[in-house]
């Protein structure tokens, strides 16, 4: 029985050493959403596309204002994409960009607009203030719903009568010289311009 | 008969060395797989919430709130936005153990603020 007992007690000890430095490993599991994925990069491109109302040269601005922040992108916390503008139009009553983004597990397309289309316009002159009045009827497209606000520039916003399907009819008054414009921004912060 | 005896007495001890080795270094490979779910989901979900955005621009913790109840309900979350450096601008909700579903929203309206967003939501 010697033997057993030096067993047991060798056992014990080994037992006890285990204990005292428990080896187990620990792995913990993460996993990425695309859609938070897709989120954070609509974000990034409509960033882009605000700042660049206003500039001259907009396909420069756009593409160092989006590596920018990109630049802001920590690796630890999102994987910075691969980013490739295939289409980006600025124009005053159109604003629309198509990007790519890249990376190691997805490939995924944003594409952003907001335009504006004149479906009607009619003017007739005040004879008492000496003015015209305008009447726009102005449909709005975008890539999801948003609300619009509207501001004139060198002019005043009379009315708004918000129709179906982001259809519009604004009435503005001008002076008979003044070139006006309408200014519609969504919300998001998107801006479009309109001439009246 | 006695040494019959030994031989017995040193193969039951044998015995019960190896199979006690043989489970310490079954026990010492085993690992614990722990699967936390960050709400990866949900947070893009919030993410294309415009009034989310703007609320998490303004620092409005109020509005957060009622954003963050309408789509959980009274389940518990916590929702904690850092600057770029990792300082604390704003926490809210309880503690909660469990991954959290993280971004960078770098701005809006044009500008340059990156803000990060971390959501993590207790698991049923």
Known sequence: MNYTLTAYLICMLLVASILIQPGMHIISLR??????IFATDYWLTLNALIYIYGKEDSIGEFNSFLNSELNFLNPRIIEVPNVTV????????????????????TVHRIHIFLKAEIVDRSVKHNPERNELTVTLKVK????????????????????????????FEIYISKSLQSISRLVATDSRGLKVTINV | ??????????????????????????????????????????LGILLKDEEFIYAVYSLDSGRLRAILNSYLGLTPYNLTLLDADG???????????????????????????PIIICLKVRQP
Request: no cysteine.
């Open chain 2, 1 to 42: 008969m006695r040494g019959q005896i030994f031989t017995v007495d040193a193969v039951a001890a044998s015995t019960l060395m190896m199979t006690v080795l043989i489970n310490l270094f079954l026990i010492s490979q085993m690992s614990i797989l722990v699967k936390y779910e960050a709400p990866e989901s949900l």
């Open chain 2, 87 to 113: 300082g604390k601008l704003l926490s809210i909700g309880v503690e909660v153990e469990g991954l959290a579903a993280s971004t960078i929203i770098v701005g809006v309206n044009g500008t340059v603020n």
């Open chain 1, 86 to 105: 295939q289409y980006l139009n600025v124009t005053g009553s159109r604003i629309e960009v198509q990007l790519t983004f890249r990376r190691q597990w």
């Open chain 1, 140 to 167: 709005f497209y975008s890539d999801r719903p948003v609300h619009i606000y509207f501001k004139v520039l060198d002019g005043e916003l009379l009315k708004i009568k918000n129709l179906v399907d982001q259809t």
């Open chain 1, 31 to 36: 996993s990425e959403g695309l859609e938070k």
